[in-house]
């Protein structure tokens, strides 16, 4: 198995799987590797998205501030475990006021496609939908048309043009806690008009995730096809449980789903994943992949409070994938 399309991450994030586990993905000791007061007048950091960049990291922060008001902000790290977050929220140069008038914005996911940086986030336009913007510094940010009509969460670009078009996937929704989510696709020629629309995945019943889906990191694109980090989620007596799972899109065609995994990958077991703000949640954004060793380091979201950090190999999870589905 080949990864395509990757760069070389000497400095990526890393530790060996524990002595002892057979886990396919693990997580860093150091957890959270993102406190929620590394801000001073920070409630919570979290739902994170982090990027190789000029040689070092840089990220797209959701940061939820002691008024509860939801924003993005910048964040650089030399080693992608010691972060520093600009105490000042990103603001987006927009050319049509209508659209950039930013009300929230939350869980960001950042891609790299043809040397600029482009950012995703769920927007308020009379409505949750999917705001885009791009930044070829992460200095100035530029806003574009939001990408779909609201309700909708969970947008993540795929990280190169696939027959000439962006392709991004989506989690249609309703205005609230929705109890309900499949994973779609959308194409777009400008990253203005979208369309020919294609239905991904749905929730799978009596499982981690049969009350909804959604897009994770960027999909990593391999010779067996696109490995794709997503969510699932379960509604228990006491509430939602956010695990992770992971699956395998075709590489031409990636709204068809060529293997998915029965079990979850990571899913709520430690303290800072338990209990926070919102409890027993997992959430992944974010995945750097080391093109030579095809060692993986996933940031994700932990009780909507924290950023914790978990590592994998890809082809071991290309495998887990394959023979789990």
């Given at each position: 198995m080949?990864?395509l399309n990757?760069?070389?991450i000497?400095?990526?994030?890393?530790?060996?799987r524990?002595?002892?586990?057979?886990?396919?993905?693990?997580r860093?000791?150091?957890?959270?590797?993102?406190?929620?007061?590394i801000?001073s007048?920070?409630?919570?950091?979290?739902?994170?998205?982090?990027i190789?960049?000029?040689?070092?990291?840089?990220?797209?922060?959701?940061?939820?501030?002691?008024?509860?008001?939801?924003?993005l902000h910048?964040g650089?790290?030399?080693d992608?475990?010691?972060?520093?977050?600009?105490?000042?929220a990103?603001?987006f140069?927009?050319?049509?006021?209508?659209?950039?008038?930013?009300?929230?914005?939350?869980?960001p996911r950042?891609?790299?496609?043809d040397?600029r940086?482009?950012?995703?986030?769920?927007?308020?336009y009379?409505?949750?939908?999917?705001g885009?913007?791009?930044?070829?510094?992460?200095?100035?940010?530029?806003?574009?048309?939001?990408?779909?009509?609201?309700f909708?969460?969970?947008?993540?670009?795929?990280p190169?043009?696939?027959?000439?078009?962006?392709?991004?996937?989506?989690?249609?929704?309703?205005?609230?806690?929705?109890?309900?989510?499949?994973?779609?696709?959308?194409?777009?020629?400008?990253?203005?008009h979208?369309?020919r629309?294609?239905?991904?995945m749905?929730?799978?019943?009596?499982?981690?995730?049969?009350?909804?889906?959604?897009?994770?990191?960027?999909?990593?694109?391999?010779s067996?096809?696109w490995l794709?980090?997503?969510?699932?989620?379960?509604?228990?007596?006491?509430?939602?449980?956010?695990?992770?799972?992971?699956?395998?899109?075709?590489?031409d065609?990636?709204?068809?789903?060529i293997?998915?995994?029965?079990p979850?990958i990571?899913?709520?077991?430690e303290?800072?994943?338990?209990?926070?703000?919102?409890?027993?949640?997992?959430?992944?954004?974010?995945?750097?992949?080391?093109?030579?060793?095809?060692?993986?380091?996933?940031?994700?979201?932990?009780?909507?409070?924290?950023?914790?950090?978990?590592?994998?190999?890809v082809?071991?999870?290309?495998e887990?994938?394959?023979?789990?589905?």
């Amino acid at each position: 198995m080949k990864i395509l399309n990757a760069q070389s991450i000497p400095n990526l994030p890393w530790q060996e799987r524990p002595s002892g586990s057979e886990a396919v993905m693990w997580r860093y000791d150091g957890n959270p590797v993102i406190p929620r007061d590394i801000l001073s007048d920070a409630n919570s950091v979290f739902n994170s998205a982090v990027i190789p960049f000029r040689g070092e990291f840089a990220g797209v922060f959701r940061v939820d501030d002691t008024t509860r008001k939801m924003r993005l902000h910048r964040g650089f790290s030399k080693d992608g475990l010691k972060w520093s977050i600009e105490p000042d929220a990103i603001r987006f140069q927009c050319e049509d006021e209508e659209i950039g008038n930013f009300v929230y914005g939350y869980d960001p996911r950042v891609v790299e496609i043809d040397g600029r940086y482009y950012v995703m986030w769920c927007n308020y336009y009379h409505g949750p939908t999917i705001g885009l913007a791009w930044s070829d510094d992460f200095e100035t940010f530029h806003q574009v048309e939001n990408a779909l009509l609201p309700f909708n969460r969970n947008g993540v670009l795929f990280p190169r043009k696939i027959h000439g078009d962006f392709v991004l996937l989506s989690r249609p929704s309703d205005s609230g806690h929705t109890p309900f989510g499949d994973i779609y696709l959308s194409r777009s020629p400008d990253l203005i008009h979208w369309g020919r629309h294609r239905w991904v995945m749905g929730p799978v019943g009596n499982s981690w995730q049969y009350t909804k889906v959604g897009g994770g990191p960027a999909p990593i694109e391999t010779s067996e096809g696109w490995l794709l980090i997503y969510h699932g989620v379960l509604q228990s007596c006491n509430g939602f449980v956010y695990s992770a799972g992971a699956a395998l899109l075709d590489s031409d065609q990636p709204w068809k789903v060529i293997g998915r995994a029965r079990p979850y990958i990571l899913n709520p077991r430690e303290l800072y994943e338990c209990t926070g703000d919102v409890p027993n949640v997992v959430f992944p954004c974010a995945a750097l992949c080391d093109a030579g060793t095809g060692r993986l380091a996933v940031y994700y979201g932990a009780a909507d409070t924290v950023v914790g950090l978990a590592f994998a190999k890809v082809d071991e999870l290309v495998e887990f994938v394959k023979k789990n589905s």
